[in-house]
């Protein structure tokens, strides 16, 4: 019914910059929450940055180097991401909590795009 697609993701160097994209689509009446969480090797998924209604909310780690915005005319949520270092490495995932049109609350997840920062 809903799809979220993740793109953006790859190598980049330490210091380097990186932009995710996510687009969702499907039978969506309204989007309430979209963000982005990310999955390093061994550890749990985590929260990198939450946007809904305008307010953002960000992990203590990416403040100052990542910025989340979102589209709502075309549902998709973006992370720029600044500054990299190797700890940013993980898979990313797009998220959203959304209304379907057959009016049930829902929340989805993409299947994730990898960054790794190395040299």
């Known amino acids: 019914q809903v799809q979220l697609v993740e793109s953006g993701g790859g190598l980049v160097q330490p210091g380097g910059s990186r932009r995710l994209s996510c687009a969702a689509s499907?039978?969506?009446?309204?989007?309430?929450?979209m963000g982005w969480y990310r999955q390093a090797p061994g550890k749990q998924r985590e929260m990198v940055a939450i946007i809904a209604s305008g307010n953002t909310n960000y992990a203590n780690s990416v403040k100052g180097r990542f910025t989340i915005s979102r589209d709502n005319a075309d549902n998709t949520v973006s992370l720029q991401m600044n500054s990299l270092n190797p700890e940013d490495t993980a898979v990313y995932y797009c998220y959203a909590t959304l209304q379907l049109r057959n009016g049930i609350p829902w929340s989805y997840w993409g299947r994730g795009t990898r960054v790794t920062v190395s040299s």
């Open positions: 499907g039978s969506i009446l309204s989007i309430n929450t």
